[in-house]
C-alpha cells in the first residue's frame, strides 16, 4: 500500500461516557501539545461533539475541584495546565529548580513580535531601539518564535512570527486572544502656549540696561526662527568700571529671556512635529497605520 493510499476508517469505539472521560484525561496528560476534539474523534472512532462534550465536562469537573490542574483550551487544541492558584509555589519551584527565565530584552522583544508579526528583524530593532539578534536566537531557541517567511521587497529579508508553543505557555486560544494594547497618551493636560507678550518687556528692559551700560542695544527677536543663534549673543563680561547693580540685573535679564526662548522653540518645534506626525498618518503610539 502506497503512503499516499486513503487510509481504512477506523472501528468505532464502544465505550461509554465515563469510560471516554478517563481514556481522554490519560491522553492529555500525556500529550506533549495541545490535541484538538477533531484529532481525538478522528482517532478514536468517536463522533466530535461527543469528544467535546466529554472535553468540557472535564473542564468544569477540575475547575469545581480548584485544584492545581485546569483544562484549557489553547494553541488550538485542548491541553492540561497548572491552575493560577499554584503559582506562587510553582514560581518558587523554577526558580528554585534554576530553571532558564526570558530576560527582559527577550520579553520585550517577544512582545513586539506577538503584536506585530510577521516582522522583520530590523524592524524589531527600530521599534526597541536596540540590535536584537540575542534576545531573537533565545526565542528560537525556546520555540516561541520562528520564520514564518520573508518580505517581498529587495533583500526578502526573514519574517519572524510566534508559534504554537508561544500560545500555549500564555493559556491563549489564538492571536486574537491577546490583551489589547491602550492607546498612548501623555499623562496630564498639554501645556498652554507661551505667552509671547513678556518678551516685548524683556527686549525692553534689555535695552535700556545696555544704553545705560554704554553698548549697543542688543536684539531680541520675537521669533526663534529670525536668527539661527538662539536669538541672543553670549553674555559678556563685565567691565571693572561698570556698576555691579546694573550688570547683575544685565546678566539676569539675558539668562530669563534665554530660558524664554529656549521654551518657546520647544513649544513650536513640538507642535511642527506633531502636525507632520498627524500630516503622515502616525498613530497615537508611535506606530505607523500599517501597525
Known amino acids: 500500500m502506497s503512503a499516499d493510499a486513503p487510509r481504512d476508517p477506523v472501528p468505532p469505539l464502544d465505550v461509554d461516557d465515563d469510560a471516554l472521560r478517563r481514556g481522554l484525561e490519560g491522553v492529555l496528560l500525556t500529550a506533549d501539545e495541545p490535541v484538538g476534539a477533531a484529532a481525538l474523534a478522528d ?3 468517536v463522533g466530535t461533539e461527543r469528544v467535546e462534550a466529554v472535553l468540557r465536562a472535564i473542564a468544569a469537573d477540575l475547575a469545581a475541584r480548584a485544584g492545581g490542574i485546569v483544562l484549557a483550551e489553547v494553541g488550538g487544541g485542548w491541553r492540561l495546565l497548572t491552575a493560577d492558584a499554584a503559582r506562587p509555589v510553582l514560581e518558587r519551584w523554577i ?4 530553571h532558564g527565565r526570558l530576560t527582559q530584552a527577550a520579553l520585550e522583544t517577544l512582545a513586539v ?19 536584537p539578534d540575542g534576545a531573537l536566537r533565545s526565542l528560537v531557541a525556546r520555540g516561541l518564535v520562528a520564520e514564518v517567511g520573508r518580505e517581498d521587497g529587495p533583500g526578502q529579508a526573514v519574517l519572524f512570527g510566534t508559534t504554537a508553543t508561544f500560545l500555549e505557555r500564555m493559556g491563549l486560544p489564538g492571536l486574537d486572544a491577546l490583551p489589547a494594547l491602550p492607546a498612548f497618551l501623555p499623562g496630564g493636560p498639554a501645556p498652554d502656549e507661551p505667552d509671547a507678550s513678556a518678551l516685548s518687556e524683556l527686549r525692553r528692559r534689555l535695552r535700556e540696561g545696555s544704553e545705560r551700560l554704554g553698548a549697543e542695544p542688543q536684539r531680541l527677536p520675537l521669533d526663534p526662527e529670525e536668527d539661527d543663534t538662539g536669538g541672543l549673543p553670549a553674555p559678556r563680561a563685565r567691565r571693572p568700571a561698570e556698576d555691579p547693580d546694573i550688570g547683575d540685573l544685565s546678566d539676569r535679564l539675558e539668562r530669563a529671556a534665554r530660558s524664554a526662548m529656549g521654551r518657546l522653540r520647544q513649544v513650536r518645534a513640538d507642535g511642527e512635529r506633531a502636525d507632520a506626525d498627524g500630516d503622515a498618518g502616525v498613530a497615537p503610539d508611535g506606530d505607523a497605520d500599517d501597525a
Do not use: M
Not at 95 to 98: C, H, T
Not at 116 to 124: E, F, G, L, N, S
Open 95 to 98: 526558580v528554585g529548580s534554576r
Open 113 to 131: 513580535i506577538a503584536y506585530r508579526q510577521p516582522i522583520a528583524r530590523t524592524t524589531i530593532g527600530e521599534i526597541r531601539g536596540v540590535n
Open 43 to 45: 482517532v478514536l472512532g
